[in-house]
Antibody, heavy 118, light 110 residues
Framework: QVQLVESGGGVVQSGRSLRLSCEASGFIFSSYSMHWVRQAPGKGLEWVAAILYDSSGQFYGDTVKGRFTISRDNSKDTLYLHMYSLRAEDTAMYFC???????????WGQGTLVTVSS | QTVVTQEPSCSVSPGGTVTLTCGLSSGSISTTYSPSWYQQTPGQSPRTLIYNTNIRSSGVPDRFSGSILGIRAALTITGAQADDESDYYCMLFIGGGTWVFGGGTRLTVL
């Protein structure tokens, strides 16, 4: 079955960097686009970034553009989110998500919590 | 900046029908935006309900349906059950590889 396991979250000081990882299994990782979605405590879902199956395109939400970088290593079935210049408002649960096409998210991980302290 | 609006909260009686909607701050939603809908209960990851406006994801009961109503996307629950009490989010493909979620609707079944 499809599994997405995020890691790398934690407490980090404002202005610092952090890298999240998402290990995928149960499907052909290299064939599908992937997303990061976040959810601040008590708030709604926010789309963060997406990457095409072959890394030929990366796309970002306005609030993270220029500060976050999405990447993937298809040889390791792993998705990454490199977060720079972190701010308090980046505090959230970060979900990794798989996009099997047809303009939707098909599978979600359990999330990893990032807390940015000022 | 694209803002997607949803009703903050809604309620329905058990067995009743409720329609949640999703709109754009400027303009109308069409199938071009490929609206999808997600259900999330507290402490859980979201679950995909509907995609491409009106296609149910695998395993989703047929009491959930999607449509375009006027200038908004809609999620209708027919014969609501207690465990439908959740947060519901729409997501739109706004082009250029980018997506946006609505603010979510908290549905109460009472």
């Amino acid at each position: 079955q499809v599994q997405l396991v995020e890691s790398g979250g934690g407490v980090v000081q404002s202005g610092r960097s952090l890298r999240l990882s998402c290990e995928a299994s149960g499907f052909i990782f290299s064939s599908y686009s992937m997303h990061w979605v976040r959810q601040a405590p008590g708030k709604g879902l926010e789309w963060v970034a997406a990457i095409l199956y072959d890394s030929s395109g990366q796309f970002y939400g306005d609030t993270v553009k220029g500060r976050f970088t999405i990447s993937r290593d298809n040889s390791k079935d792993t998705l990454y989110l490199h977060m720079y210049s972190l701010r308090a408002e980046d505090t959230a649960m970060y979900f990794c998500a798989a996009d099997f096409g047809d303009f939707k998210i098909d599978y979600w991980g359990q999330g990893t919590l990032v807390t940015v302290s000022s | 900046q694209t803002v997607v609006t949803q009703e903050p909260s809604c309620s329905v009686s058990p067995g009743g029908t409720v329609t949640l909607t999703c709109g754009l701050s400027s303009g109308s939603i069409s199938t071009t935006y490929s609206p999808s809908w997600y259900q999330q209960t507290p402490g859980q990851s979201p679950r995909t309900l509907i995609y491409n406006t009106n296609i149910r994801s695998s395993g989703v009961p047929d009491r959930f349906s999607g449509s375009i109503l006027g200038i908004r996307a809609a999620l209708t629950i027919t014969g609501a059950q207690a465990d439908d009490e959740s947060d519901y989010y729409c997501m739109l493909f706004i082009g250029g590889g980018t997506w946006v979620f609505g603010g979510g609707t908290r549905l109460t079944v009472l």
